[in-house]
């Protein structure tokens, strides 16, 4: 089935650990995008990715990078872990313009 | 920079009633693309309606429909004969039409409905 891969679907990590969040899509979507969802604050971007080979940095990109080596590949890497990370965070992909997103199922990750 | 208002963090309805959830957008651009996606419990985003800006009609799914108010940048969600599979956190979103090749979504915080059968 087509779609978007997270992985893991949850994980309790230990404050200061390194945590990479995996996200494949097979749709050959060239836009590719990291949120995170907090109660109260709805979804927040946190980096995009245009195409193959270019980022960029979204509304709350502090703590977070990104890589996307190839189009189907876009994983979001915590380089030291804060509880303020805790979060559910979704990776989603886009066909076209105007035509919204292709959600992952989201990673719960509790920093503690 | 764009922004969504939903000022209902939650809303109720009784089976097979009519709920009507609310949004606002800031925006200074002329065209632009806006979104309803729902969040049931299994945490899954699905998109539920669409409407573009330029056009006039407003968007209808099945039982899932919209008020679009250019004027007034308001882009409520009609959901009528609700049902208990309805139940979830439903998210307005907004798009830029001028970005192109980036498809930046701004959410709004969320509106909870519940189905009281």
């Known amino acids: 089935i087509a779609g978007i891969t997270q992985a893991p679907t949850s994980q309790i990590l230990a404050a200061g650990r390194r945590m990479t969040l995996r996200c494949t899509q097979d749709m050959r979507h060239n836009a590719m995008y990291w949120y995170r969802q907090d109660l109260g604050l709805g979804l927040r971007l946190i980096h995009y990715?245009?195409?193959?080979?270019?980022?960029g940095k979204g509304e709350v990109p502090d703590g977070y990078s990104v890589s996307r080596a190839n189009t189907d590949d876009f994983p979001l890497t915590l380089a030291s872990a804060v509880p303020s990370q805790t979060s559910v965070y979704f990776c989603a992909s886009s066909a076209a313009q105007g035509y919204g997103y292709t959600f992952g199922s989201g990673t719960r990750l509790t920093v503690v | 920079a764009q922004t969504v208002t939903q000022s209902q963090p939650e809303m109720s309805v009784q089976e097979a009633e009519t709920v009507t959830l609310s949004c606002t957008y800031d925006t200074s651009e002329s065209d632009y693309y806006l979104f309803w996606y729902k969040q049931p419990p299994s945490r899954q985003m699905i998109l539920v309606i669409r409407q573009e800006a330029y056009k006039q009609q407003n968007a209808t799914e099945n039982r899932f429909s919209v008020n679009f108010q250019k004027a007034a940048k308001s882009f409520s969600l009609k959901i009528s004969d609700s049902q208990l599979g309805d139940a979830a956190m439903y998210f307005c979103?907004?798009?830029?039409?001028?970005?192109?090749?980036?498809?930046?979504?701004?959410f709004g915080t969320g509106t909870r409905l519940t189905i009281i059968p």
């Open positions: 979103a907004y798009r830029s039409a001028f970005d192109f090749g980036n498809e930046k979504l701004t």
């Open positions: 990715s245009n195409t193959a080979g270019t980022t």
